[in-house]
C-alpha cells in the first residue's frame, strides 16, 4: 500500500502521528482482510440449493420465476444492485479494501487540510474566547474591587500581593498568545485556566485582607 | 564651615551615637515574653494566626501545647485560648498606629508529634519540625519550612519559598513566585505548582507513588538514582526538556503532543508516575551525584 499512496499523503502521514496511527490501523486490517480472503472457499452448490428450497419453503423468499412484478420495475430495482454487485465481482477485495483506505486517508487530510485547519482553528479561538471573555471581565471588576479594599498595613505583604499581581496578569497575557498562535493547544488552554484562576485567588485574598484589615 | 560648625556638628554625631544603641536596649526590653500551657488529648488541633513574624513550630513527647510568644511592642495583643482538644493562637493589633514592625510576633510552640496544625502568616518565616499530623500552611511573603513531617500536608504562599526536608505523607504545594525544594522526600503523593519559581525534586521516587511538578517559567529539577522506577512524562510548551535518564518506550502514552517539546518513556520498570510541565521554563532530569 505505501507504494500506492500519493506523495503528499506519505508526507503528511509521516509527520502526522494520528493519521499514522489511522494508517495503522487500517493496514492491520487490511492484512487481516487479506488472510481471510486467501482462506475462503466457494461452498458446494448443492448447500446453496439445498439453503434456497429451505427459505422458499418458509415463505421467505420467492422463487424468481412466481414473481408478479412488472418486467420494468424489476429492471430498475435490479439494475443499481447488478452494477454495484458487479463491482464486487470484477474488482478483487484487497484491492477494494486499499481504495478504501485511500479514501480514508485522503479524507484525514483534507480534514487536517489548511482551509479544514483555519475553520478548526477559528472555532477554537471563538470558544475560548467564549469561556474565557466574561471570566477575564469579572476577574477585572474583582481586580479593581480587591485593590481598593486592601487595607494598607504591611508592606512587605502588600508589596507582596502587587508584585504577584503583576506577574499573574503577565502569565495571562503570555498564554491568550500562546492561546491565538497554537488554538488548537490543549497545553496552552490548560495554562491559561491556570493563570485565571491563579489570579481569582489571588483576589480573594486580597479582599479577604481588605476586609480582615490586616 | 568655621571650627565651630564642625565642633557642633561632632558632637552631634556623638550625641546620637549614644542615642541609638540606648534606643535599640528600650526596643529590647520592651519586647517581653508570654508563655502558656495547655493540656491536649491525642490529635489535637493548633491553629495560629500570626501577620507578621517568625513561627515555630516543634513536636515534642509531652501531651502538652506549649506557646511561647515574644512581641516587638504592646501594641499586638496574644490570643490563646482553648477549646476542647483545640488550641487556638492569634495575635491582635490593638493601636491603630502601630507601624507594621511594632506588630511583628514570633512564636515558638511545642506541640505532640501527632498534632495536626493550621498556620496563617503573612510576613516572617514559618518553621516545623517533627509533626506528623495533618498540616495547613499559608503565607503571603514568609518562607515555609518543613522538617521530618508527614501526614496531609497543604501549603500555599503567594511569593514565599517552600523548603521540605524529608517529609513523607501527601504533599500539595501552590505558590506564584516562590521557590520551591523538596529534598530527601519519601510522600507517595506530590503536586507542586509555582508560577515564576523554581522546583527542585531530589527524593525518593516509591512504587505507585504520584509526583506532579508543575511551573510557568523557571526550572524544574528533578534528580534520580540509577535505582529508581517511574514511567515520565515532561512536557515544556515554549521551553526545552533535558533528560540524562535512558527512557525506554512508555505503553501508556500512545500520542505525542502536536504543541512543545515533550517527553515520554519509563524508568527501569515505571512504578511511579512523574509528571512535569511547564509553559515555557526548562526541565531538567539529571542523574543523582
Same mark, same amino acid.
Given at each position: 500500500?505505501?507504494?500506492?499512496?500519493?506523495?503528499?499523503?506519505?508526507?503528511?502521514?509521516?509527520?502526522?502521528?494520528?493519521?499514522?496511527?489511522?494508517?495503522?490501523?487500517?493496514?492491520?486490517?487490511?492484512?487481516?482482510?487479506?488472510?481471510?480472503?486467501?482462506?475462503?472457499?466457494?461452498?458446494?452448490?448443492?448447500?446453496?440449493?439445498?439453503?434456497?428450497?429451505?427459505?422458499?419453503?418458509?415463505?421467505?423468499?420467492?422463487?424468481?420465476?412466481?414473481?408478479?412484478?412488472?418486467?420494468?420495475?424489476?429492471?430498475?430495482?435490479?439494475?443499481?444492485?447488478?452494477?454495484?454487485?458487479?463491482?464486487?465481482?470484477?474488482?478483487?477485495?484487497?484491492?477494494?479494501?486499499?481504495?478504501?483506505?485511500?479514501?480514508?486517508?485522503?479524507?484525514?487530510?483534507?480534514?487536517?487540510?489548511?482551509?479544514?485547519?483555519?475553520?478548526?482553528?477559528?472555532?477554537?479561538?471563538?470558544?475560548?474566547?467564549?469561556?474565557?471573555?466574561?471570566?477575564?471581565?469579572?476577574?477585572?471588576?474583582?481586580?479593581?474591587?480587591?485593590?481598593?479594599?486592601?487595607?494598607?498595613?504591611?508592606?512587605?505583604?502588600?508589596?507582596?500581593?502587587?508584585?504577584?499581581?503583576?506577574?499573574?496578569?503577565?502569565?495571562?497575557?503570555?498564554?491568550?498568545?500562546?492561546?491565538?498562535?497554537?488554538?488548537?493547544?490543549?497545553?496552552?488552554?490548560?495554562?491559561?485556566?491556570?493563570?485565571?484562576?491563579?489570579?481569582?485567588?489571588?483576589?480573594?485574598?486580597?479582599?479577604?485582607?481588605?476586609?480582615?484589615?490586616? | 564651615?568655621?571650627?565651630?560648625?564642625?565642633?557642633?556638628?561632632?558632637?552631634?554625631?556623638? &550625641?546620637?551615637?549614644?542615642? @541609638?544603641?540606648?534606643?535599640?536596649?528600650?526596643? &529590647?526590653?520592651?519586647?517581653?515574653?508570654?508563655?502558656?500551657?495547655?493540656?491536649?488529648?491525642?490529635?489535637?488541633?493548633?491553629?495560629?494566626?500570626?501577620?507578621?513574624?517568625?513561627?515555630?513550630?516543634?513536636?515534642?513527647?509531652?501531651?502538652?501545647?506549649? @506557646?511561647?510568644?515574644?512581641?516587638?511592642?504592646?501594641?499586638?495583643?496574644?490570643?490563646?485560648?482553648?477549646?476542647?482538644?483545640?488550641?487556638? @493562637?492569634?495575635?491582635?493589633?490593638?493601636?491603630?498606629?502601630?507601624?507594621?514592625?511594632?506588630?511583628?510576633?514570633?512564636?515558638?510552640?511545642?506541640?505532640?508529634?501527632?498534632?495536626?496544625?493550621?498556620?496563617?502568616?503573612?510576613?516572617?518565616?514559618?518553621?516545623?519540625?517533627?509533626?506528623?499530623?495533618?498540616?495547613? @500552611?499559608?503565607?503571603?511573603?514568609?518562607?515555609?519550612?518543613?522538617?521530618?513531617?508527614?501526614?496531609?500536608?497543604?501549603?500555599?504562599?503567594?511569593?514565599?519559598?517552600?523548603?521540605?526536608?524529608?517529609?513523607?505523607?501527601?504533599?500539595?504545594?501552590?505558590?506564584?513566585?516562590?521557590?520551591?525544594?523538596?529534598?530527601?522526600?519519601?510522600?507517595?503523593?506530590?503536586?507542586?505548582?509555582?508560577?515564576?519559581?523554581?522546583?527542585?525534586?531530589?527524593?525518593?521516587?516509591?512504587?505507585?507513588?504520584?509526583?506532579?511538578?508543575?511551573?510557568?517559567?523557571? &526550572?524544574?529539577?528533578?534528580?534520580?538514582?540509577?535505582?529508581?522506577?517511574?514511567?515520565?512524562?515532561?512536557?515544556?510548551?515554549?521551553?526545552?526538556?533535558?533528560?540524562?535518564?535512558?527512557?525506554?518506550?512508555?505503553?501508556?502514552?500512545?500520542?505525542?503532543?502536536?504543541?512543545?517539546?515533550?517527553?515520554?518513556?519509563?524508568?527501569?520498570?515505571?512504578?511511579?508516575?512523574?509528571?512535569?510541565?511547564?509553559?515555557?521554563?526548562?526541565?531538567?532530569?539529571?542523574?543523582?551525584?
Amino acid at each position: 500500500m505505501e507504494g500506492d499512496r500519493p506523495a503528499e499523503a506519505r508526507a503528511h502521514v509521516s509527520q502526522c502521528p494520528s493519521c499514522r496511527y489511522l494508517v495503522e490501523d487500517m493496514d492491520s486490517i487490511r492484512l487481516a482482510a487479506h488472510a481471510w480472503s486467501a482462506e475462503q472457499t466457494d461452498p458446494p452448490a448443492r448447500l446453496w440449493i439445498s439453503l434456497r428450497a429451505q427459505l422458499e419453503q418458509e415463505g421467505l423468499i420467492r422463487d424468481a420465476g412466481q414473481r408478479a412484478v412488472p418486467v420494468s420495475q424489476t429492471d430498475q430495482a435490479e439494475r443499481p444492485r447488478g452494477w454495484f454487485a458487479g463491482i464486487f465481482t470484477i474488482v478483487p477485495r484487497p484491492a477494494l479494501a486499499g481504495a478504501y483506505l485511500l479514501a480514508l486517508v485522503a479524507a484525514c487530510i483534507a480534514l487536517t487540510g489548511p482551509s479544514a485547519r483555519q475553520l478548526n482553528e477559528s472555532r477554537w479561538i471563538s470558544g475560548t474566547q467564549d469561556s474565557t471573555g466574561t471570566l477575564s471581565a469579572q476577574l477585572q471588576t474583582a481586580e479593581r474591587d480587591s485593590v481598593s479594599a486592601m487595607a494598607v498595613s504591611d508592606p512587605v505583604v502588600t508589596a507582596s500581593l502587587h508584585d504577584n499581581l503583576a506577574i499573574v496578569d503577565n502569565y495571562i497575557a503570555l498564554c491568550e498568545k500562546s492561546v491565538r498562535e497554537e488554538p488548537e493547544s490543549e497545553i496552552a488552554r490548560d495554562y491559561l485556566y491556570d493563570a485565571y484562576e491563579q489570579k481569582a485567588n489571588l483576589l480573594a485574598q486580597m479582599t479577604e485582607r481588605g476586609v480582615n484589615g490586616r | 564651615m568655621s571650627t565651630l560648625a564642625t565642633l557642633r556638628s561632632q558632637r552631634r554625631w556623638k &550625641a546620637a551615637g549614644l542615642l @541609638v544603641p540606648g534606643l535599640l536596649l528600650c526596643s &529590647a526590653a520592651s519586647a517581653d515574653r508570654l508563655e502558656r500551657h495547655f493540656k491536649v488529648e491525642a490529635h489535637p488541633v493548633v491553629t495560629i494566626h500570626n501577620p507578621n513574624g517568625t513561627v515555630t513550630v516543634r513536636a515534642w513527647t509531652k501531651s502538652d501545647v506549649m @506557646v511561647v510568644a515574644r512581641r516587638a511592642t504592646t501594641e499586638v495583643e496574644v490570643d490563646a485560648e482553648q477549646t476542647g482538644n483545640r488550641v487556638d @493562637v492569634q495575635t491582635r493589633q490593638v493601636a491603630d498606629t502601630a507601624s507594621p514592625d511594632d506588630l511583628r510576633t514570633d512564636f515558638e510552640i511545642s506541640v505532640p508529634e501527632d498534632a495536626e496544625l493550621q498556620i496563617h502568616n503573612d510576613s516572617g518565616g514559618v518553621n516545623v519540625s517533627n509533626v506528623l499530623g495533618d498540616m495547613n @500552611v499559608e503565607t503571603i511573603a514568609a518562607g515555609v519550612d518543613l522538617e521530618d513531617t508527614a501526614g496531609y500536608l497543604t501549603v500555599k504562599t503567594v511569593g514565599g519559598a517552600f523548603q521540605c526536608l524529608r517529609c513523607a505523607g501527601r504533599l500539595e504545594v501552590t505558590s506564584i513566585s516562590g521557590n520551591f525544594k523538596l529534598i530527601d522526600l519519601r510522600s507517595y503523593y506530590v503536586r507542586a505548582q509555582t508560577s515564576e519559581g523554581n522546583i527542585l525534586f531530589n527524593g525518593s521516587f516509591l512504587p505507585n507513588a504520584t509526583y506532579v511538578l508543575k511551573n510557568y517559567s523557571g &526550572a524544574i529539577e528533578v534528580r534520580f538514582s540509577p535505582g529508581d522506577s517511574f514511567d515520565l512524562s515532561a512536557t515544556s510548551l515554549k521551553g526545552k526538556v533535558h533528560n540524562e535518564a535512558n527512557l525506554t518506550p512508555s505503553s501508556h502514552h500512545h500520542f505525542v503532543p502536536r504543541f512543545g517539546n515533550a517527553l515520554f518513556g519509563t524508568f527501569n520498570s515505571g512504578r511511579a508516575r512523574v509528571e512535569l510541565n511547564s509553559f515555557d521554563g526548562t526541565i531538567n532530569i539529571l542523574k543523582r551525584d
